[in-house]
């Protein structure tokens, strides 16, 4: 029991901190930004950018499904177990191979929108692509 009153409790200081707290910028607003409104596609470029942001949408849609069930499976085992059982274990451990699905996913499609650059582009793009795996770091 007190194991799920500690879970309980951080969720809780989560849903308090959101209330609380302003909103931080998206990971990733800049590096929209850049590919929408400071490269200049062509409509070409336009063209396969929209298909692969659509495609990876459906993806990632998915993915994030997946780890939502996962966190389903992990609040049960949690509840079942009250502690760090070979369930909870596993669904942690399921929950963390979906993550790294969705970062390789997302790696994947980032080098896939560079790929549609011409060479004088690409400079703000990996310049933006950087900036938004370390700004939001603390």
Not at 110 to 121: D, H, T, V, W
Request: aromatic residues 4%; hydrophobic residues 45%; neutral net charge.
């Amino acid at each position: 029991m007190p194991v799920l009153a500690c879970f309980l409790a951080a969720v809780g200081g989560v849903f308090a901190g959101r209330a609380i707290l302003p909103k931080p910028t998206q990971p990733g607003a800049e590096l929209h930004e850049v590919l929408h409104h400071r490269l200049a596609l062509d409509q070409n470029q336009q063209a396969q950018l929209q298909l692969l942001e659509q495609r990876f949408a459906v993806q990632r849609k998915a993915l994030e499904l997946e780890l939502r069930a996962d966190n389903a499976r992990l609040a049960d085992a949690i509840e079942q177990e009250h502690g760090n059982g070979p369930r909870v274990i596993a669904a942690v451990d399921r929950s963390h191979a979906v993550m790294g699905e969705l970062q390789k996913g997302t790696l994947a499609h980032i080098f896939a929108m560079r790929q549609i650059l011409r060479p004088n582009q690409t400079a703000a793009y990996d310049q933006a692509v950087v900036k938004a795996l370390t700004d939001n770091q603390q």
